[in-house]
């Protein structure tokens, strides 16, 4: 990461790790255009898919004013973690129950023992952030061709779902009420802030009105911090 920002220049690295030093390596990570830099380079010398997720993550809460690392952590777990096959679908990852629908997850949460009723609150919360950030463009179709949820029906249950787990016992025994609430009250612009990064750098050849129609929407009530 330092090659990356010093651009092999011997004096500007040096700065760079002594800044570091003295305020941790979040300043690094939080260098603006290190994301581009990051996604610019050849294929050997590409990053840890952790790290280049985080850095994107990071950079878009930062363009929408959100500057807490927690949510960058969680974001860029949530990521990674639902990436993987068909994990967004299930509660835990070795799960045997999947839920395709959230309206089936709802109706399950008030129906099953405290843990799992837990697991069923946090993935309530996680599958609606993940659906929502990563393919807003799937949802807008769907509402407006089929009419389905739009993303303020996911944003609501997403919320509820973060609040109901925040609310629960298990998540302050674990210290996980604090990260659940920061989540629930700003799920509104961790969703704009994923779909930022989805339209940018992981779906940017679709050029749709229904995306145009969204962006503009979503720029006017989030603006992007100059």
Request: aromatic share 8%; with cysteine.
């Amino acid at each position: 990461m330092l090659d990356v920002l010093s651009g092999g220049n011997d004096h500007r690295r040096a700065a760079l790790e002594a800044r570091a030093a003295r305020e941790g390596p979040d300043v690094l990570l939080d260098s603006p255009g290190l994301d581009r830099a990051l996604r610019d380079l050849p294929g050997v010398r590409q990053p840890s898919a952790e790290l280049f997720v985080y850095v994107l993550v990071r950079r878009c809460l930062l363009d929408l004013g959100l500057a807490d690392v927690r949510l960058a952590d969680y974001l860029g777990a949530l990521v990674l973690e639902f990436g993987d096959r068909d994990r967004a679908y299930r509660p835990t990852r070795h799960d045997d129950a999947t839920y395709r629908y959230l309206v089936d997850l709802v109706a399950d949460i008030e129906h099953v023992p405290a843990r799992r009723g837990f697991l069923l609150r946090v993935h309530l919360g996680n599958f609606s952030l993940w659906l929502a950030g990563m393919f807003p463009d799937w949802i807008v179709h769907r509402s407006h061709r089929k009419g389905g949820p739009t993303l303020a029906y996911y944003e609501a249950l997403g919320a509820r779902g973060y609040r109901l787990a925040a609310d629960h016992h298990l998540a302050r025994e674990l210290a996980l009420d604090d990260i659940f609430t920061a989540v629930a009250e700003t799920f509104p612009r961790l969703r704009v802030a994923l779909n930022r990064m989805a339209d940018t750098s992981l779906f940017p050849d679709a050029h749709t009105p229904d995306r145009l129609l969204r962006q503009v929407a979503d720029t006017f009530r989030y603006p992007t911090d100059a």
